[in-house]
């Protein structure tokens, strides 16, 4: 199937997240009707992706992964710089 056809199941976890008056949507997901590993993807209010290369075994840790680099760097640093991948 066509990667464009792909259907995938989004964690409880995405969602719009707001903090230091900053939107983004979380998105955390996984191929549909698989126990795939999940995928973490950030986009920002300009439409700007951040995707993590590394997948996660579980929605949660890959939400704690979010929430860590939140709170070492701070939100802004989805929205100041280009389109990055992260590890």
């Known amino acids: 199937m066509p990667e464009s056809e792909q259907q995938y199941e989004f964690s409880d976890f995405s969602g719009e997240f707001v903090d230091d008056e900053v939107s983004l949507s979380l998105r955390i ?27 996660f075994d579980t929605d949660q840790e890959a939400y704690e992964e979010f929430l860590a680099i939140v709170q070492r760097d701070g939100i802004r640093t989805f929205i100041e710089g280009p389109v990055q991948t992260l590890h």
């Not at 126990?35 to 997948?55: A, C, F, R, S």
């Open 29 to 55: 997901y996984r191929v549909a009707g698989t126990n795939h590993d999940w995928t973490l993807e950030v986009v920002d209010e300009d439409g700007n992706t951040t995707v993590w290369n590394d997948t």
